[in-house]
Protein backbone atom coordinates (compact mmCIF):
# COMPACT_ATOMS: atom_id res chain seq x y z
CA UNK A 1 0.00 0.00 0.00
CA UNK A 2 1.31 3.43 -0.68
CA UNK A 3 2.57 5.87 1.80
CA UNK A 4 0.44 8.44 3.19
CA UNK A 5 1.40 11.72 4.39
CA UNK A 6 0.60 10.49 8.29
CA UNK A 7 3.34 8.11 7.28
CA UNK A 8 5.78 10.15 8.44
CA UNK A 9 8.80 9.51 10.73
CA UNK A 10 7.92 10.36 14.39
CA UNK A 11 10.57 11.96 16.75
CA UNK A 12 10.21 8.90 18.98
CA UNK A 13 10.12 4.94 17.65
CA UNK A 14 6.71 3.49 17.66
CA UNK A 15 6.50 0.79 19.92
CA UNK A 16 5.01 -3.14 19.49
CA UNK A 17 5.03 -5.64 21.13
CA UNK A 18 4.40 -9.43 19.51
CA UNK A 19 3.50 -12.06 21.08
CA UNK A 20 3.46 -15.62 19.23
CA UNK A 21 5.22 -19.01 19.08
CA UNK A 22 8.33 -18.06 19.31
CA UNK A 23 11.91 -19.11 20.56
CA UNK A 24 11.55 -22.79 20.28
CA UNK A 25 13.36 -23.63 17.82
CA UNK A 26 10.62 -24.15 15.01
CA UNK A 27 11.66 -22.79 11.64
CA UNK A 28 8.27 -21.76 10.50
CA UNK A 29 7.59 -20.02 13.25
CA UNK A 30 10.90 -18.39 13.10
CA UNK A 31 10.57 -17.61 9.49
CA UNK A 32 7.13 -15.79 10.55
CA UNK A 33 8.88 -13.33 12.95
CA UNK A 34 11.60 -12.56 10.74
CA UNK A 35 9.09 -11.67 7.52
CA UNK A 36 6.87 -9.83 10.21
CA UNK A 37 9.57 -7.72 11.74
CA UNK A 38 10.74 -6.82 7.70
CA UNK A 39 8.00 -5.70 6.43
CA UNK A 40 6.82 -3.45 9.71
CA UNK A 41 10.34 -1.98 9.16
CA UNK A 42 9.57 -1.14 5.71
CA UNK A 43 5.95 0.32 6.66
CA UNK A 44 8.12 2.11 8.92
CA UNK A 45 11.64 2.81 9.83
CA UNK A 46 11.44 4.32 13.38
CA UNK A 47 10.13 1.19 14.99
CA UNK A 48 11.19 -0.92 18.32
CA UNK A 49 9.85 -3.80 18.52
CA UNK A 50 9.82 -6.28 21.45
CA UNK A 51 8.87 -9.69 21.15
CA UNK A 52 7.69 -12.40 23.57
CA UNK A 53 9.92 -15.81 23.36
CA UNK A 54 10.51 -18.78 24.98
CA UNK A 55 13.86 -18.43 24.53
CA UNK A 56 14.72 -14.29 24.86
CA UNK A 57 18.52 -14.58 24.54
CA UNK A 58 18.15 -16.72 21.31
CA UNK A 59 15.79 -14.11 19.97
CA UNK A 60 17.50 -10.66 20.85
CA UNK A 61 20.96 -12.30 18.78
CA UNK A 62 18.50 -13.65 15.53
CA UNK A 63 16.87 -10.22 15.20
CA UNK A 64 17.37 -6.70 15.33
CA UNK A 65 14.17 -7.14 18.54
CA UNK A 66 14.01 -6.71 22.39
CA UNK A 67 13.14 -9.87 23.93
CA UNK A 68 11.01 -11.14 27.27
CA UNK A 69 10.45 -14.46 28.71
CA UNK A 70 6.58 -15.33 27.12
CA UNK A 71 5.82 -16.35 30.91
CA UNK A 72 7.50 -13.09 32.48
CA UNK A 73 3.24 -11.77 33.18
CA UNK A 74 4.74 -8.89 35.52
CA UNK A 75 7.44 -7.66 32.92
CA UNK A 76 5.14 -8.35 29.97
CA UNK A 77 2.34 -6.14 32.41
CA UNK A 78 5.27 -3.49 32.41
CA UNK A 79 5.91 -3.56 28.84
CA UNK A 80 2.29 -2.85 27.92
CA UNK A 81 2.00 0.38 29.76
CA UNK A 82 4.70 1.77 26.84
CA UNK A 83 3.46 -0.03 24.00
CA UNK A 84 1.17 1.75 21.25
CA UNK A 85 0.09 -2.18 20.10
CA UNK A 86 -0.01 -5.81 20.82
CA UNK A 87 0.42 -7.76 17.90
CA UNK A 88 -0.86 -11.08 18.25
CA UNK A 89 0.45 -13.65 15.39
CA UNK A 90 1.07 -15.09 13.00
CA UNK A 91 0.48 -18.77 13.26
CA UNK A 92 -2.34 -20.95 14.32
CA UNK A 93 -2.31 -19.64 17.65
CA UNK A 94 -6.15 -19.59 18.45
CA UNK A 95 -6.98 -23.07 18.56
CA UNK A 96 -7.98 -25.74 20.97
CA UNK A 97 -6.48 -28.83 18.90
CA UNK A 98 -3.14 -28.68 20.56
CA UNK A 99 -4.88 -27.86 23.62
CA UNK A 100 -6.78 -25.30 25.65
CA UNK A 101 -4.21 -23.98 26.86
CA UNK A 102 -2.11 -22.83 24.37
CA UNK A 103 -5.50 -21.35 23.74
CA UNK A 104 -6.20 -19.74 26.91
CA UNK A 105 -2.47 -18.50 27.44
CA UNK A 106 -2.54 -16.48 24.14
CA UNK A 107 -5.81 -14.79 24.94
CA UNK A 108 -4.42 -14.41 28.77
CA UNK A 109 -2.22 -11.76 27.02
CA UNK A 110 -4.74 -10.04 24.73
CA UNK A 111 -7.26 -9.89 28.06
CA UNK A 112 -3.79 -8.42 30.20
CA UNK A 113 -3.72 -5.54 26.93
CA UNK A 114 -7.42 -4.57 27.44
CA UNK A 115 -6.62 -4.25 31.36
CA UNK A 116 -3.73 -2.12 30.38
CA UNK A 117 -5.75 -0.34 27.96
CA UNK A 118 -3.23 -0.79 25.21
CA UNK A 119 -5.16 -1.70 21.41
CA UNK A 120 -4.07 -5.25 20.06
CA UNK A 121 -4.60 -6.76 16.73
CA UNK A 122 -4.55 -9.95 15.35
CA UNK A 123 -1.81 -10.69 12.69
CA UNK A 124 -2.16 -12.85 9.81
CA UNK A 125 -3.15 -15.60 11.79
CA UNK A 126 -4.75 -18.85 10.87
CA UNK A 127 -8.18 -18.79 13.06
CA UNK A 128 -9.21 -22.19 14.61
CA UNK A 129 -10.47 -25.15 14.76
CA UNK A 130 -12.29 -23.72 18.46
CA UNK A 131 -14.12 -26.34 19.47
CA UNK A 132 -14.83 -26.50 23.08
CA UNK A 133 -18.04 -23.91 23.84
CA UNK A 134 -17.09 -21.99 26.58
CA UNK A 135 -13.76 -21.40 24.17
CA UNK A 136 -15.35 -20.07 21.35
CA UNK A 137 -17.04 -17.69 24.17
CA UNK A 138 -14.00 -16.22 25.45
CA UNK A 139 -12.24 -16.26 22.61
CA UNK A 140 -15.20 -14.20 20.55
CA UNK A 141 -15.82 -12.09 23.63
CA UNK A 142 -12.20 -10.69 23.46
CA UNK A 143 -11.41 -10.46 19.43
CA UNK A 144 -14.89 -8.39 19.51
CA UNK A 145 -12.06 -6.21 21.28
CA UNK A 146 -9.46 -5.92 18.67
CA UNK A 147 -8.99 -2.73 16.22
CA UNK A 148 -8.33 -5.10 13.33
CA UNK A 149 -8.10 -8.89 12.49
CA UNK A 150 -6.15 -9.68 9.13
CA UNK A 151 -6.52 -13.37 8.76
CA UNK A 152 -3.98 -15.79 6.60
CA UNK A 153 -7.04 -17.83 4.90
CA UNK A 154 -10.98 -17.51 4.04
CA UNK A 155 -11.70 -20.15 6.41
CA UNK A 156 -10.37 -18.28 9.51
CA UNK A 157 -12.21 -15.46 7.67
CA UNK A 158 -15.48 -17.34 8.50
CA UNK A 159 -14.92 -18.61 11.43
CA UNK A 160 -14.06 -14.97 12.90
CA UNK A 161 -17.74 -14.53 11.93
CA UNK A 162 -19.29 -17.62 12.94
CA UNK A 163 -17.92 -15.57 16.29
CA UNK A 164 -19.60 -13.40 15.59
CA UNK A 165 -16.60 -10.76 15.25
CA UNK A 166 -17.87 -7.31 12.64
CA UNK A 167 -16.79 -7.88 9.43
CA UNK A 168 -15.55 -4.14 9.15
CA UNK A 169 -12.71 -5.41 11.32
CA UNK A 170 -11.89 -8.24 9.02
CA UNK A 171 -8.90 -8.32 6.10
CA UNK A 172 -8.47 -11.65 4.31
CA UNK A 173 -4.12 -11.04 4.31
CA UNK A 174 -1.74 -14.13 3.88
CA UNK A 175 1.26 -15.85 5.62
CA UNK A 176 4.00 -13.51 6.21
CA UNK A 177 6.71 -15.68 5.33
CA UNK A 178 5.54 -15.54 1.86
CA UNK A 179 7.47 -12.14 1.31
CA UNK A 180 10.18 -14.21 1.83
CA UNK A 181 12.38 -13.68 -1.38
CA UNK A 182 13.32 -17.10 -3.62
CA UNK A 183 17.43 -17.02 -2.69
CA UNK A 184 20.12 -18.67 -5.64
CA UNK A 185 19.67 -22.56 -5.86
CA UNK A 186 23.73 -22.43 -6.13
CA UNK A 187 23.31 -22.42 -2.27
CA UNK A 188 20.44 -25.18 -1.65
CA UNK A 189 22.98 -27.53 -3.82
CA UNK A 190 25.87 -27.35 -2.76
CA UNK A 191 24.59 -27.98 1.43
CA UNK A 192 23.00 -31.04 -0.64
CA UNK A 193 26.24 -31.98 -2.13
CA UNK A 194 28.04 -31.70 1.34
CA UNK A 195 25.44 -34.10 2.86
CA UNK A 196 26.03 -36.81 0.06
CA UNK A 197 23.19 -35.74 -2.34
CA UNK A 198 24.39 -36.34 -6.20
CA UNK A 199 22.89 -33.43 -7.50
CA UNK A 200 23.19 -34.32 -11.56
CA UNK A 201 22.14 -38.12 -10.97
CA UNK A 202 17.86 -37.78 -10.88
CA UNK A 203 15.35 -35.86 -9.10
CA UNK A 204 15.28 -34.69 -5.71
CA UNK A 205 12.47 -35.35 -3.47
CA UNK A 206 12.51 -33.08 -0.31
CA UNK A 207 10.08 -34.80 2.75
CA UNK A 208 8.70 -32.67 5.34
CA UNK A 209 7.15 -34.30 7.96
CA UNK A 210 6.24 -34.28 11.87
CA UNK A 211 5.59 -36.64 14.33
CA UNK A 212 1.39 -37.03 14.52
CA UNK A 213 -1.36 -39.24 15.38
CA UNK A 214 -0.29 -43.16 15.43
CA UNK A 215 3.27 -43.00 13.40
CA UNK A 216 3.65 -46.74 12.02
CA UNK A 217 0.90 -46.57 9.58
CA UNK A 218 1.65 -43.78 7.62
CA UNK A 219 5.63 -44.18 8.26
CA UNK A 220 5.45 -47.75 6.33
CA UNK A 221 3.31 -46.21 3.55
CA UNK A 222 5.24 -42.97 3.08
CA UNK A 223 8.36 -45.28 2.94
CA UNK A 224 7.26 -47.56 0.35
CA UNK A 225 6.29 -44.91 -1.43
CA UNK A 226 9.61 -43.02 -1.09
CA UNK A 227 11.17 -46.44 -2.03
CA UNK A 228 9.38 -46.81 -5.26
CA UNK A 229 10.50 -43.23 -6.25
CA UNK A 230 14.20 -44.31 -5.59
CA UNK A 231 13.99 -47.85 -7.90
CA UNK A 232 11.74 -46.58 -10.28
CA UNK A 233 12.96 -42.50 -10.88
CA UNK A 234 16.54 -42.97 -9.89
CA UNK A 235 15.32 -40.26 -7.13
CA UNK A 236 17.00 -39.64 -4.01
CA UNK A 237 15.22 -38.40 -0.97
CA UNK A 238 15.92 -35.68 1.38
CA UNK A 239 14.44 -35.25 4.68
CA UNK A 240 13.97 -31.57 5.65
CA UNK A 241 13.17 -31.07 9.49
CA UNK A 242 11.17 -27.76 10.22
CA UNK A 243 11.42 -28.46 14.10
CA UNK A 244 14.33 -29.44 16.06
CA UNK A 245 14.30 -32.80 17.38
CA UNK A 246 11.01 -33.94 16.92
CA UNK A 247 11.18 -33.27 13.22
CA UNK A 248 14.83 -34.76 12.59
CA UNK A 249 13.52 -38.21 14.60
CA UNK A 250 10.67 -38.73 12.63
CA UNK A 251 12.22 -38.31 9.20
CA UNK A 252 15.07 -40.64 10.17
CA UNK A 253 12.31 -43.28 11.58
CA UNK A 254 11.61 -42.98 8.04
CA UNK A 255 14.39 -43.50 6.26
CA UNK A 256 15.11 -46.50 8.67
CA UNK A 257 12.00 -48.14 7.19
CA UNK A 258 13.35 -47.46 3.90
CA UNK A 259 14.85 -50.46 2.01
CA UNK A 260 16.81 -48.10 -0.21
CA UNK A 261 17.72 -45.90 2.41
CA UNK A 262 21.36 -45.54 1.10
CA UNK A 263 19.61 -42.67 -1.30
CA UNK A 264 17.86 -41.04 1.24
CA UNK A 265 19.20 -38.36 3.47
CA UNK A 266 18.40 -36.77 6.48
CA UNK A 267 19.35 -32.89 6.68
CA UNK A 268 20.23 -31.78 10.17
CA UNK A 269 18.31 -28.97 11.82
CA UNK A 270 19.87 -25.99 12.61
CA UNK A 271 20.06 -24.32 8.42
CA UNK A 272 18.75 -20.59 8.22
CA UNK A 273 14.98 -20.09 6.27
CA UNK A 274 17.56 -18.87 3.58
CA UNK A 275 19.46 -21.84 3.28
CA UNK A 276 16.25 -24.00 3.34
CA UNK A 277 14.48 -22.28 0.66
CA UNK A 278 17.50 -22.77 -0.93
CA UNK A 279 17.58 -25.93 -0.57
CA UNK A 280 13.95 -26.71 -1.54
CA UNK A 281 14.57 -24.70 -4.88
CA UNK A 282 17.07 -27.35 -5.73
CA UNK A 283 14.27 -30.47 -5.47
CA UNK A 284 12.29 -31.29 -8.35
CA UNK A 285 9.02 -32.23 -5.51
CA UNK A 286 8.87 -31.39 -1.86
CA UNK A 287 6.02 -33.93 0.03
CA UNK A 288 4.87 -31.91 2.40
CA UNK A 289 3.48 -32.31 6.27
CA UNK A 290 4.87 -29.16 7.83
CA UNK A 291 2.87 -26.02 6.46
CA UNK A 292 5.71 -24.07 6.24
CA UNK A 293 7.51 -26.29 4.27
CA UNK A 294 4.53 -25.50 1.62
CA UNK A 295 4.88 -22.21 2.43
CA UNK A 296 8.70 -22.26 1.44
CA UNK A 297 7.93 -24.83 -1.78
CA UNK A 298 5.20 -21.93 -2.62
CA UNK A 299 8.10 -19.09 -2.54
CA UNK A 300 10.38 -21.30 -4.56
CA UNK A 301 7.53 -22.26 -7.09
CA UNK A 302 8.77 -26.00 -6.55
CA UNK A 303 5.96 -28.46 -6.66
CA UNK A 304 4.23 -29.55 -4.10
CA UNK A 305 2.32 -32.58 -2.24
CA UNK A 306 0.57 -31.57 1.07
CA UNK A 307 -0.93 -34.62 3.10
CA UNK A 308 -3.24 -33.23 5.32
CA UNK A 309 -2.70 -33.41 9.41
CA UNK A 310 -4.74 -30.28 10.28
CA UNK A 311 -7.00 -28.26 8.27
CA UNK A 312 -4.43 -25.46 8.06
CA UNK A 313 -2.42 -27.47 5.58
CA UNK A 314 -5.87 -27.76 3.15
CA UNK A 315 -6.28 -23.96 3.38
CA UNK A 316 -2.77 -22.96 2.03
CA UNK A 317 -2.53 -25.68 -0.52
CA UNK A 318 -5.84 -24.68 -2.06
CA UNK A 319 -4.95 -21.09 -2.04
CA UNK A 320 -1.80 -21.68 -3.52
CA UNK A 321 -2.41 -24.21 -6.04
CA UNK A 322 -0.64 -27.31 -4.67
CA UNK A 323 -1.82 -31.40 -4.74
CA UNK A 324 -3.54 -32.32 -1.62
CA UNK A 325 -3.21 -36.26 -1.55
CA UNK A 326 -5.58 -36.36 1.63
CA UNK A 327 -5.16 -37.48 5.21
CA UNK A 328 -2.18 -38.15 6.97
CA UNK A 329 -3.89 -41.15 9.07
CA UNK A 330 -5.39 -42.29 5.35
CA UNK A 331 -2.17 -42.40 3.80
CA UNK A 332 -1.76 -45.18 0.74
CA UNK A 333 1.74 -45.52 -0.65
CA UNK A 334 -0.43 -46.07 -4.34
CA UNK A 335 -1.93 -42.60 -4.17
CA UNK A 336 1.05 -41.04 -3.19
CA UNK A 337 3.19 -42.94 -6.07
CA UNK A 338 0.81 -41.44 -8.54
CA UNK A 339 1.05 -38.11 -7.42
CA UNK A 340 4.21 -38.14 -7.69
CA UNK A 341 4.61 -39.90 -10.84
CA UNK A 342 1.92 -37.24 -12.42
CA UNK A 343 4.17 -34.16 -10.92
CA UNK A 344 7.54 -35.11 -12.23
CA UNK A 345 5.53 -36.37 -15.93
CA UNK A 346 3.75 -32.62 -16.26
CA UNK A 347 5.67 -30.12 -14.86
CA UNK A 348 4.04 -26.72 -13.61
CA UNK A 349 3.15 -24.02 -14.95
CA UNK A 350 5.80 -22.01 -13.53
CA UNK A 351 3.70 -18.60 -15.07
CA UNK A 352 1.00 -19.30 -13.20
CA UNK A 353 3.20 -20.31 -9.76
CA UNK A 354 4.51 -16.58 -10.02
CA UNK A 355 1.11 -15.20 -10.62
CA UNK A 356 -0.28 -16.32 -7.44
CA UNK A 357 2.60 -15.92 -5.73
CA UNK A 358 2.60 -12.20 -6.19
CA UNK A 359 -1.07 -11.81 -5.62
CA UNK A 360 -0.45 -13.58 -2.18
CA UNK A 361 2.45 -11.37 -1.38
CA UNK A 362 0.94 -8.02 -1.85
CA UNK A 363 -2.41 -9.39 0.82
CA UNK A 364 0.49 -10.66 2.97
CA UNK A 365 1.41 -6.90 3.27
CA UNK A 366 -2.00 -5.99 4.40
CA UNK A 367 -0.91 -6.90 7.91
CA UNK A 368 1.86 -4.69 8.43
CA UNK A 369 0.01 -2.16 7.25
CA UNK A 370 -2.50 -2.22 9.68
CA UNK A 371 -0.52 -2.59 12.64
CA UNK A 372 1.61 0.62 11.64
CA UNK A 373 -1.57 2.57 11.05
CA UNK A 374 -3.27 1.86 14.63
CA UNK A 375 0.04 2.38 16.42
CA UNK A 376 0.32 5.84 14.83
CA UNK A 377 -3.11 6.45 15.24
CA UNK A 378 -2.84 5.65 19.23
CA UNK A 379 0.23 8.25 19.05
CA UNK A 380 -1.09 11.21 17.08
Not at 57 to 86: F, H, M, N, Q
Not at 149 to 160: G, H, M, N, P, W
Not at 217 to 229: F, H, V
Request: charged content about 25%; overall charge positive; glycine content about 6%.
Amino acid sequence: MPKQEADLPLSEPLHLLISGYYGFHNLGDEAILSSMQQALRQEHDNLELTVLSANPALTRSSYDVKALSRTDYRAIWKELGKTDLLISGGGSLLQDVTSSRSLQYYLLILAMSLLRGTPFMIYSQGIGPIRGSWNRRITAWILKKARVLTVRDQQSFDELLRLGIPKEKLFLSADPVLLFQAPSTMVGCTILEQLGVQTERGPIIGVSVRPWGNNEAWIMELAKALDAMVVERNAQIVFLPMQRNDDEKIGQRIRDSMKQKDLAFCLPHGKSVQELLSVIDACRLLIGVRLHALVFAAITTTPAIAIRYDPKVDHFAQRVGQTLAGNLADLRSEELLAYMNRHLDQPVDGKEALRKLDELRSQAHVSAYWAIRIAEGRRR
